[in-house]
């Protein structure tokens, strides 16, 4: 099977996750996956922790789901798929390292696995089983453009979108496990959720494409049984998205054909490029981020 080149059709899986059954998430994921593929998807994005959920009251648990990247079963799965369809597959999952647990976006294509990123702000009770990443924010260059991973609680975070951004990135695929917050938090209809908002806000402000995709339905453990946001979607540098905004409710799969070389397309108005116009007389350009502090992927 060829292997795609921009314009490309990008898939964003949302789907409902049982807590801690990987085998059970793991044949979800390969179903849907070939179902976004016979769509004619060639760049496919899961949510976070897709295999396993985050349920875990202790490390035990979380380094009992964790497993090598990439050697573990999870991500071969999913760099099996990318060479079976020649397409390029995105998701999170708990990564053992040594002694060490990492919450990792892997990306996979149809030569195989490509690279992975490590989430550089673990969430809520995360900090205390995984480690911070320690793998900068890479940018992974591929046929179909400049692919770059976000993971949850990373994408809360402006520096990460515009260091990804500065390194020309064209697409931001960002892999979420986010609670419903509608009432805690007291968003108006139609928002569950502010990822959504995050990454329509930072599309914008760098003009790239991201990609919010959301787990959905509730926690499936006693200690964990809170209702997860959904409203996953694909979005322009614009900041508008693409394929409409997905319920809150229900899984689906999200699809928009699109061209990621038009992020680069940045100097359409001379006094309105957010890149070019930059204030770097008062604020540092590079934000202090040396990638050669980071090992190549």
Not at 61 to 80: D, M, R
Not at 82 to 96: G, H, K, Q
Not at 260 to 285: E, F
């Amino acid at each position: 099977m060829k292997a795609p080149v921009s314009p490309v059709k990008v898939a964003c899986i949302q789907m409902d996750i049982i807590d801690g059954n990987i085998d059970a998430n793991l044949q979800k994921a390969e179903k849907l996956i070939r179902e976004a593929c016979a769509a004619g998807a060639g760049l496919i994005v899961l949510p976070e922790t897709f295999n396993s959920g985050f349920f875990m009251d202790c490390r035990e648990q979380a380094y009992q789901a964790a497993e090598p990247v990439p050697g573990g079963k999870s991500s071969q799965l999913l760099i099996s798929l990318a060479r079976e369809y020649s397409v390029y597959i995105c998701a999170s999952l708990l990564e053992r390292s040594g002694s060490d647990i990492f919450n990792a976006g892997i990306l996979a294509g149809p030569d195989g696995y490509i690279g992975k990123c490590r989430k550089l702000h673990p969430c809520e009770d995360e900090v205390y089983y995984v480690e911070p990443g320690d793998l900068g924010i890479p940018v992974f260059h591929t046929p179909i453009g400049r692919i770059g991973l976000c993971v949850c609680l990373d994408a809360y975070y402006p520096e990460v979108f515009r260091i990804l951004a500065l390194q020309g990135v064209d697409i931001v695929c960002c892999m979420f496990n986010s609670s419903d917050v509608k009432e805690t938090r007291h968003l108006p209809d139609p928002f569950h959720t502010l990822v959504t908002t995050l990454c329509m806000a930072n599309a914008v402000s760098n003009h790239i494409f991201t990609v919010c995709c959301d787990r959905v339905g509730r926690g499936h453990d006693t200690m964990h049984g809170s209702k997860f946001a959904g409203q996953s979607a694909i979005i322009s540098p614009w900041g508008g998205p693409l394929s409409g905004i997905a319920s809150d409710e229900e899984e689906t799969i999200l699809y928009a054909d699109i061209d990621l070389s038009d992020a680069r397309k940045k100097n359409y108005h001379p006094a309105n490029s957010r890149l070019a116009v930059r204030r770097t007389d008062v604020y540092s350009a590079d934000l202090g981020y040396d990638p050669k502090k980071y090992p190549r992927q």
